[in-house]
């Protein structure tokens, strides 16, 4: 049977969550870059980071942070996620504001160029005409996303090459994510 694939994403609906901030450092700076951890490339950072909490709520086990939309897991994911993914994740150790648990910036670190232009409902490229030279041919947006799964190449945690707004993870991450009851996901077959 062949592998599944879904969007991993935060799921909003949730009554009363949390939502975190931006990560920031020891200073309450906020890093350079909140989009550095969703480049699909391994980060070093100097120092523990915080993640502060812009409004109070429910905890949860997976939160996408801040304007960067950084994936913020607890250590029960990350265990997880090391253990079944260990090559395609890293993970930056994190204080959350006013919680003891442990949690983890989820980097992924794999990118895989596999999204199916004719499958996905809309595909728009940067064009010369866009006055944007260093993006040309490469997407502008994608609507309906899919995937080809045979080019995924058994990835199971990963960002599609060109579109690594989108954080993809196969049907055995999203069913052991599953079973632990992790808090805070929602799946989108792709």
């Not at 989009?35 to 709520?57: A, E, N, S, T, Y």
Request: proline share 7%; hydrophobic share 40%.
């Amino acid at each position: 049977m062949p592998v599944r694939y879904f969007d991993l994403f935060d799921d909003v609906s949730i009554p009363e969550r949390w939502e975190l901030g931006d990560p920031v450092d020891q200073s309450g700076q906020e890093v350079g870059n909140p989009w550095m951890f969703r480049k699909g490339v391994p980060v070093h950072v100097d120092g523990r980071l915080k993640v502060p909490i812009d409004r109070q709520g429910k905890p949860l086990d997976f939160s996408l942070a801040g304007v960067g939309v950084t994936p913020v897991v607890h250590a029960k994911v990350a265990t997880l996620l090391a253990k079944l993914a260990p090559d395609d994740v890293q993970f930056v150790p994190v204080d959350v504001e006013d919680r003891t648990d442990e949690f983890f910036i989820l980097n992924v670190t794999r990118v895989v160029k596999c999204i199916d232009d004719k499958a996905s409902a809309e595909v728009q490229y940067w064009k010369p005409e866009d006055g944007r030279s260093e993006k040309t041919g490469n997407y502008r947006a994608v609507h309906g996303l899919r995937i080809d799964p045979s080019k995924a190449g058994g990835a199971k945690v990963f960002r599609p090459w060109g579109w690594l707004v989108v954080l993809l993870v196969s049907d055995e991450i999203k069913g052991a994510l599953e079973r632990i009851g992790a808090t805070g996901t929602k799946f989108k077959e792709v």
